[in-house]
């Protein structure tokens, strides 16, 4: 499919304003200078040689092992770092608790923490490695079990040529290694010609036990609320007990199942395989969350070369992709001198735009591939019946009805994850009168995209009406005000008892509560193997006429909801392409009769 076929799809009426300039990341734009492009090049520091690093980047990887990186770079762990929400919420977390400092990037850009990049510096004021969040070397060169959450793991500083740990024991590198000259690889700076690699592959078992994602998946801030929950949900639940690990269903050939892994070379070097007949683990991590970051930046992409290698954060962020740059249609129009736009200096070239688009348009491409892997991991994990009928409906008598929504996954709770402010996930009903009018709905969202429950600012607002039949999976944090009542809250902060919240560690441990004083967790996610009834009631004054009525069904589930993202100070761009790649699964309807 074509670019601007794509672009038709993403927004008719939205000027493209980059999603990342208005955030700042972090702290806010630093002055750049408008000099000469040249200078801005050699002040990047990003421009490095790889080969002579001690945290090699992804992309030297990706020169023998293609597949792995081509499955990596759009998934999750690729984001962590680059994730303008993330960067948005992180800061929020440090501008109302200053003592939280590098907590939340000792995880999401490891590397970066590692090199002694300061928390609140920038993307583009990053090293590429870093960037990557979790990239290569944050798993491979780990060498040591951490049997601890909340991170804080080491890597293993060396150049590409020193050795990496994985799951298998190494021998088809060895054979690499023996013939060097065969496969035109180096092992050693001193080698002469030929591409380097890694001399020594380590196994390491680790990689292969649930326990090495834990020290990033299990979190808990300092005053002990648990911002991520899976370990625990995960080590009391019956895929453990099975021996079933996340890798067995994260890594697999079916997203979010263990029906073992495809099969495939570890590494092609020089074009010949090596280990063909291996397990294949899959590094996209198939999971229910997405990017919004400009398709420029995020997926990452080998195939910036020549003009592009040399494109900055900053450049990237001013190319309007939506208004179709680079594009064939696009610059015909500008050769007509029927659109009258300023370019940027980076951009001014009319060939640097088409390489640009071109670019752009196999990260779109990757993009739609990462939501058919949201789809097939959230249905493999879950399962709607229904609808159940509690009586034959009737015309003048309410219409009572329920769905079973069931939680098919072994493994953890639906949703699980990332839990108070979000993931959000929960059910949408209209039933549809003879006429095609809808007479009821429940799961609505307001002018903005939000459920219509308490935080709807439409609903604050009186616009639309409460959804007081709302099924809603996502946890919610309860915290305890001064006047001693109960609210909502989209971070476990108590705001209104100090002008500057502290986040203070309660004076008995957590677990003799089973949480903090004041704050507390109000689960309403569905455990492995679980179920839960959705039930409506439809009121006798709507069920007005016989004949057939249709009731549509389906689970909606979107990464972060837009009150949260407000709250934070997310730009409008940003709330756009939430609610752009929101999914819908298992949607469906049925007819019934009235009498």
Same mark, same amino acid.
């Given at each position: 499919?074509?670019?601007?076929? %794509?672009?038709?799809?993403?927004?008719?009426?939205?000027?493209?304003?980059?999603l990342l300039? @208005?955030? &700042?990341?972090?702290?806010?734009?630093h *002055? =750049? /200078?408008?000099?000469?492009?040249?200078?801005?090049?050699?002040?990047?520091?990003?421009?490095?040689?790889?080969s002579?690093?001690d945290?090699? /980047?992804?992309?030297?990887?990706?020169?023998?092992?293609?597949?792995?990186?081509?499955?990596?770079? *759009?998934?999750?762990h @690729?984001? !962590?770092?680059?994730?303008?929400?993330?960067?948005?919420?992180?800061?929020?977390?440090?501008?109302?608790?200053?003592?939280?400092?590098?907590? &939340?990037?000792?995880?999401?850009?490891?590397?970066?923490?590692?090199?002694?990049?300061?928390?609140e510096?920038?993307?583009?004021?990053?090293?590429?490695? /870093?960037?990557?969040?979790?990239?290569?070397i944050?798993?491979?060169?780990?060498?040591?079990?951490?049997?601890?959450?909340?991170?804080?793991?080491?890597?293993?500083?060396?150049?590409?040529? @020193?050795?990496?740990?994985?799951? /298998?024991?190494?021998?088809?590198?060895?054979?690499?290694?023996?013939?060097?000259?065969?496969?035109?690889?180096?092992t050693?700076?001193?080698?002469?010609?030929?591409?380097?690699?890694?001399?020594?592959? $380590?196994?390491?078992?680790?990689? %292969?036990?649930?326990?090495?994602?834990?020290?990033?998946?299990?979190?808990?801030?300092?005053?002990?609320?648990?911002?991520?929950?899976?370990?625990?949900?995960?080590?009391?639940?019956?895929?453990?007990?099975?021996?079933?690990?996340?890798?067995?269903?994260?890594?697999?050939?079916?997203?979010?199942?263990?029906?073992?892994f495809?099969?495939?070379?570890?590494?092609?070097?020089?074009?010949?395989?090596?280990?063909?007949?291996?397990?294949?683990?899959?590094?996209?991590?198939?999971?229910?969350?997405?990017?919004?970051?400009?398709?420029?930046?995020?997926?990452?992409?080998?195939?910036?070369?020549?003009?592009?290698?040399?494109?900055? $954060?900053?450049?990237?962020?001013?190319?309007?992709?939506?208004?179709?740059?680079?594009?064939?249609?696009?610059?015909?129009?500008?050769?007509?001198?029927?659109?009258?736009?300023?370019?940027?200096?980076?951009?001014?070239?009319?060939?640097?735009?088409?390489?640009?688009?071109?670019? $752009?348009?196999?990260?779109?491409?990757?993009?739609?591939?990462?939501?058919?892997?949201?789809?097939?991991?959230?249905?493999?994990?879950?399962?709607?019946?229904?609808?159940?009928?509690?009586?034959?409906?009737?015309?003048?008598?309410?219409?009572?009805?329920?769905?079973?929504?069931?939680?098919?996954?072994?493994?953890?709770?639906?949703?699980?994850?990332?839990?108070?402010?979000?993931p959000?996930?929960?059910?949408?009903? @209209?039933?549809?009168?003879?006429?095609?009018?809808?007479?009821?709905? *429940?799961?609505?969202?307001?002018?903005?995209?939000?459920?219509?429950?308490?935080?709807?600012?439409?609903?604050?607002?009186?616009?639309?009406?409460?959804?007081?039949?709302?099924?809603?999976?996502?946890?919610?944090?309860?915290?305890?005000?001064?006047?001693?009542?109960?609210?909502?809250?989209?971070?476990?902060?108590?705001?209104?008892?100090?002008?500057?919240?502290?986040?203070?560690?309660?004076?008995?441990?957590?677990t003799?509560?089973?949480?903090?004083?004041?704050?507390?967790?109000?689960?309403?996610?569905?455990?492995?193997?679980?179920?839960?009834?959705?039930?409506?009631?439809?009121?006798?004054?709507?069920?007005?006429?016989?004949?057939?009525?249709?009731?549509?069904?389906?689970?909606?589930?979107?990464?972060?909801?837009?009150? =949260?993202?407000?709250?934070?100070? !997310?730009?409008?761009e940003?709330? %756009?392409?939430?609610?752009?790649?929101?999914?819908?699964?298992?949607?469906?309807?049925?007819? =019934?009769?009235?009498?």
């Amino acid at each position: 499919m074509r670019l601007r076929k %794509r672009l038709k799809r993403i927004s008719k009426t939205t000027h493209w304003v980059p999603l990342l300039v @208005a955030s &700042c990341l972090t702290l806010g734009l630093h *002055s =750049f /200078s408008a000099n000469a492009e040249d200078e801005a090049q050699n002040a990047d520091p990003h421009q490095q040689v790889f080969s002579e690093s001690d945290f090699p /980047s992804a992309t030297e990887c990706a020169k023998c092992h293609e597949t792995i990186f081509d499955e990596w770079r *759009s998934s999750n762990h @690729a984001y !962590a770092s680059i994730s303008p929400m993330f960067h948005k919420f992180e800061q929020k977390i440090n501008d109302l608790a200053p003592t939280i400092g590098n907590f &939340c990037v000792r995880c999401h850009a490891q590397v970066g923490t590692q090199l002694g990049e300061n928390r609140e510096d920038p993307l583009w004021e990053r090293s590429e490695v /870093s960037r990557e969040g979790i990239t290569c070397i944050t798993c491979h060169r780990v060498n040591e079990p951490y049997g601890k959450v909340n991170g804080d793991r080491h890597v293993q500083p060396g150049k590409i040529y @020193a050795p990496v740990y994985g799951s /298998s024991d190494g021998s088809g590198l060895q054979d690499v290694i023996d013939n060097k000259k065969s496969y035109a690889v180096k092992t050693s700076k001193g080698d002469g010609r030929g591409k380097p690699i890694h001399n020594k592959a $380590i196994q390491f078992t680790n990689l %292969r036990e649930s326990e090495f994602c834990m020290s990033c998946h299990q979190v808990a801030v300092n005053l002990g609320i648990k911002l991520e929950v899976v370990w625990d949900q995960y080590r009391a639940s019956p895929a453990r007990k099975a021996g079933i690990s996340c890798q067995d269903c994260h890594m697999s050939k079916d997203p979010g199942m263990p029906t073992g892994f495809a099969i495939g070379p570890s590494a092609v070097v020089n074009g010949k395989e090596i280990n063909p007949g291996r397990k294949h683990f899959n590094h996209a991590f198939a999971g229910p969350g997405y990017p919004i970051a400009h398709p420029g930046i995020f997926p990452h992409n080998a195939n910036k070369k020549g003009r592009l290698k040399r494109r900055t $954060i900053e450049d990237w962020l001013e190319f309007d992709y939506i208004a179709g740059w680079g594009t064939a249609e696009f610059e015909k129009k500008v050769k007509a001198k029927e659109v009258n736009t300023k370019f940027p200096k980076a951009w001014s070239q009319a060939s640097t735009r088409k390489a640009a688009a071109k670019l $752009i348009e196999e990260n779109l491409v990757k993009l739609e591939e990462k939501l058919e892997l949201r789809r097939q991991v959230m249905e493999n994990g879950s399962h709607i019946d229904g609808p159940f009928f509690a009586k034959d409906p009737q015309v003048g008598k309410p219409l009572r009805f329920e769905y079973k929504v069931t939680n098919t996954n072994a493994g953890h709770n639906l949703p699980s994850g990332s839990l108070g402010a979000q993931p959000e996930l929960w059910m949408n009903v @209209a039933v549809i009168n003879p006429k095609g009018e809808t007479i009821f709905e *429940s799961g609505y969202i307001d002018s903005n995209g939000d459920m219509a429950d308490l935080h709807s600012l439409d609903v604050r607002a009186g616009k639309i009406e409460h959804d007081d039949q709302l099924f809603n999976l996502q946890t919610k944090f309860l915290t305890t005000n001064v006047k001693g009542t109960d609210r909502e809250m989209y971070l476990p902060v108590n705001m209104d008892i100090d002008q500057i919240p502290f986040l203070r560690p309660p004076p008995q441990p957590a677990t003799v509560l089973n949480h903090p004083p004041f704050v507390r967790m109000e689960g309403r996610s569905i455990p492995p193997l679980g179920h839960r009834m959705a039930k409506y009631k439809v009121p006798a004054k709507l069920m007005t006429e016989p004949g057939t009525y249709k009731l549509a069904v389906r689970m909606r589930s979107r990464a972060e909801p837009i009150y =949260f993202m407000r709250f934070v100070d !997310a730009t409008r761009e940003m709330e %756009r392409e939430m609610n752009r790649w929101m999914l819908d699964i298992h949607p469906y309807t049925v007819e =019934f009769e009235v009498r």
